[in-house]
């Protein structure tokens, strides 16, 4: 059984326009998959701590003993065994809310997600593919102040995930726009993004 593992950091919640899109997705893929588990977190739910000094001095001597199976990396290890990751976040100054990054810093540490050695740093995730959904008000798509999707695909390289897509929704508050004609091809995109993402890649 293939464990997906959901990210929702959609932070209006019911009301985001992101949500919906994460709702059609995972909608598409239990329809398609329905031997899969998913793994659903929510990240306004969590108690989750950036990283301050102390807490620092505490994973690092963890990590220095081996210890990696500490309750501490439980997130990071289960981003580690998913075999598939499905996030969903709205575009948030330039990038993506702070709850996703602090989450993403919580996940990120040497031998658990990701190793180093003599040729540098490289991926120890399972994942075979990462889907990312974002709506956005304006019109971001291909421009390089838009770092959330950037960002997103960077973290798939390093984590060693292979397979990445972003599904956005552009120009949502820009009046004059046709705000439900915009959500309609995203959802479709949506279709066609899980459709790709999940069929199994020519040997």
Not at 14 to 35: M, N, P, W
Not at 61 to 71: E, H, I, T
Not at 153 to 180: N, W
């Amino acid at each position: 059984m293939k464990k997906i593992l959901v990210i929702d950091a959609c932070v209006r919640r019911e009301a985001s326009r992101t949500k919906k899109l994460l709702d059609h997705a995972l909608e598409v893929l239990g329809a398609a998959h329905t031997d899969w588990e998913f793994q659903i977190l929510n990240l306004m739910d969590m108690d989750l701590k950036y990283w301050n000094t102390e807490s620092l001095k505490r994973r690092d001597a963890l990590l220095a003993a081996g210890r990696r199976d500490d309750p501490l990396f439980d997130l990071g290890n289960q981003f580690r065994m998913a075999d598939g990751i499905v996030v969903a976040a709205p575009f948030w100054d330039l990038s993506v809310p702070a709850v996703l990054k602090v989450y993403i810093e919580n996940i990120s540490a040497d031998g658990v997600t990701f190793g180093s050695g003599p040729e540098g740093l490289y991926g120890l995730c399972r994942g075979e593919w990462m889907l990312f959904l974002t709506t956005r008000g304006g019109i971001w798509e291909g421009s390089d102040m838009e770092q959330g999707s950037p960002y997103m695909e960077s973290l798939c390289k390093f984590f060693g995930i292979d397979r990445y897509a972003c599904v956005s929704a552009d120009g949502i508050d820009i009046v004059g726009l046709d705000h439900e004609k915009i959500m309609a091809k995203a959802m479709e995109d949506v279709e066609t993004a899980c459709r790709e993402l999940t069929r199994q890649p020519a040997r």
